[in-house]
C-alpha cells in the first residue's frame, strides 16, 4: 500500500478498492486502518486523528466509537470499518476481501530488503488502465517478448502452481563481448497483486511487484528493486542497474497494451502462446462473491 515511514505520525492516504482510505501508523507500532464514512448524518472525517480533534469522538482499536462526549447515549452499531493491516518489507499491507472473510496467508519476507550487502529498494510506481490479472498473464505470452521488447528469442519458460503460489522460471541467453552467459528469471506469485522476481546470470537483482486495484479499470503500480553492492563501496552493481532500466522500458512498452487490448473470455491460442489457460484457471481462486453480489 505504501512505505512504512514515521510510523508514530502518519497517516497514509490510499485509493483502493473503490474506497477513501487512510492507514494511520500511531504508537506502540499498531497500525490501524480507517474508512471515510457517514452515520446518522455524521461525517467521520477522512482521518482518524481529525476526527478525534474536531469532533473529540473517541476511537476505539478496532474503529468501534468508544466514546462521544456530548452524547448520553452512543447510537448502535457506531463503528469506522477497519481492515487487517501488516507491515513487512518496509512496506504497509491492508487486506481486504469481497466478502469479508479474515486474511488466509502471510506476506513473504524478502530478506534482500534487510541485507546489508544490497543496495536500499529503488521504488518505482505507475498508474496503469488495466486489471491485476492482465497484468500477471503478460509473463506468460513468450511470443511479445520478441516482437514488442525486440528480444532475439524467446524465453524457454517454466510454469509451476502450488495453491495460491505460482512459481515461473524464464531462461534466456545473452551475447556478450565474454561469450553467451544464461540469465535466469525465477518470480515467485503469491496471489495476483503480490509477487517476487530474482534475476541470476550476468549480474544479480531482485524486486518486490506490488499491484493494488484503485477502480474496477486501474491499478497502481509499485514495483521496489535492489541489487548487489560491490565490495566495500555501497555502489551499486553497474549491471544491476543496467536490468532495473532495461525492466522498466519493457513495462512502459508493456502499457500500451494492456491500456487498449480486449479480454477474450476463449482465445485462439496456438501452441507456441504460452499456458495462458493454465494461469487464468489459477487465477479464478482469488476472485470473491462481494456480499449481497
Known sequence: MGPAQDRESTVLGVGGVERDDDVGAPERGEIAQRDAVQERGVLMERKARAVQGHLGVDLARDGSCAEIPYAQRRPPGLAIP?????????????????AGAPPDWEVPTMPEFSDPGWTEPEHFEMEIATCCQELGENAHDPAHFVSVHGVANPPDSE??????????????RLETPRGAIETIIRGESFGLGLGITRVSGLTDMAFLAMNTPIDEEHLQLRWS??????????????????????????LEQDKPIWETKRYEPRPRLCDGDGPITAYRKWAVQFYSQPAGG
Not at 82 to 98: D, K, M, R, S, Y
Not at 159 to 172: A, D, L, W
Not at 226 to 245: K, Q, Y
Open 82 to 98: 477497519t481492515l487487517p493491516v501488516c507491515e513487512q518489507n518496509g512496506t504497509i499491507f491492508a487486506w481486504h476481501h469481497g
Open 225 to 250: 528493486f535492489t541489487v548487489p553492492r560491490i565490495g566495500d563501496s555501497h555502489r551499486a552493481e553497474g549491471v544491476g542497474r543496467a536490468f532495473i532500466r532495461e525492466f522498466m522500458r519493457q
Open 159 to 172: 510454469i509451476e502452481f502450488e495453491g495460491r503460489k505460482k512459481i515461473s522460471i524464464n531462461r534466456g
